[in-house]
């Protein structure tokens, strides 16, 4: 029978927790998985060798040899121009020649590297949300605030890979100190464990399960909670403030948000549209749209494809070009 070619691609999605791999087509499906736990406290070969061993789980595929690219979305910082990461959740990679290392596991294959923020950001371009819009910004709102943009059709990862990072926008003038040295960054108010944190420190009180992360706090204000209530009203503002400033800059039309507290739906999302209108009031940025993500955990690995085509010359809307 005869089979058309298909060309394949490579992805990991390396984070704090997991660093999942898989071999995803040139339509975005994903064809096999491998995964294991990220040995995030270990020193940085332990971590290698957790990478290579999810690598080793999908090399012997017979789909492997139509492999054309590897294609890499990391927790950051990474620096896409010199090939290395440091995600501040790893402390045993710092300036960590992951590009190399990875090149040399899979015999010397094209490798792409983006941070997760512009790999979801692709995702959602791709297939997602986002498709079909030239100038988008996306951003994932988890335990961190990150994020990545597509300017007149194209991704737009910066030279470092890094490009579109909202979450360290500074949104408050003589807010909380960052931990990443300035003050009032949308992620020190919107990030999960800062929704928690805010909800604590203004008398909010987890129930009997002792659940205290921004979930629990997302339930409680879904049950009327004022204070709960209260702290995702700030995280909202805080994003609007961050998407408006964003989109009033490089006049993006929509707004993809993703991750974990994303998931609180209509808690987030209703001040936060509501903080919009003010932000965004210029003329050319008054039509913004924010709308929830499509592509869910599979964000990550059909991201880190979407680079790897990308980087080989593939349209990225995955077809060949054959005009």
């Known amino acids: ?63 492997w040899p139509e492999v054309r690219a590897v294609g890499i979305g990391s927790a950051g910082p990474v ?18 020649p992951l590009v190399e290392r990875v090149r040399r596991t899979v015999g010397g294959l094209p490798v792409e590297l983006v941070g997760d ?27 961190g605030v990150g994020g990545g943009l597509v300017l007149n059709g194209t991704l737009h990862p910066g030279p470092t890979g890094n490009a579109g990072h909202i979450g360290h926008i500074s949104v408050e003038l003589d807010g909380d100190p960052c931990p990443c040295g300035s003050r009032g960054c949308v992620e020190r108010i919107a990030s999960g464990p800062n929704i928690a944190r805010r909800a604590a420190e203004q008398g909010w009180r987890p129930g009997p399960d ?3 992360t ?30 408006a400033a964003t989109a009033t800059l490089v006049e993006v039309d929509i707004a993809v948000i993703g991750g974990g507290v994303a998931g609180a739906g209509g808690v987030l999302f209703d001040p936060l549209r509501r903080a919009l209108k003010d932000y ?15 592509m869910g955990t599979d964000a990550g690995l059909v991201g880190a494809a979407a680079a790897a085509l990308l980087g080989t010359g593939r349209s990225e809307d995955g077809g060949r070009r054959t005009h």
Do not use: Y
């Not at 620096?79 to 960590?96: E, H, Q």
């Open 1 to 63: 029978m005869h089979t058309e070619f298909t060309d394949l691609v490579a992805a990991l999605d390396i984070g704090g927790t997991k660093i999942a791999g898989a071999l995803v087509d040139d339509t975005g499906r994903i064809r096999l998985r491998a995964q294991r736990p990220t040995p995030a406290h270990e020193d940085g070969e332990t971590v290698m060798g957790a990478v290579d061993a999810v690598l080793a789980e999908l090399r012997p595929s017979p789909l």
């Open 79 to 96: 620096d896409a121009s010199a090939g290395t990461v440091s995600p501040v959740n790893v402390p045993g990679w710092r300036g960590f």
């Open 117 to 143: 923020g512009v790999a979801m950001t692709a995702a959602e371009h791709w297939q997602g949300a986002a498709r079909g819009h030239d100038n988008a910004l996306c951003l994932v709102v988890s335990t």
């Open 210 to 212: 002792g659940d205290a």
């Open 214 to 243: 921004a979930a629990a706090v997302a339930a409680a204000a879904g049950a009327g909670d004022r204070i709960a209530l209260a702290s995702f009203e700030r995280a909202g503002q805080a994003l609007a403030a961050g998407i």
């Open 280 to 294: 965004a009031a210029l003329s050319f940025v008054r039509e913004l749209r924010v709308v929830p993500a499509q």
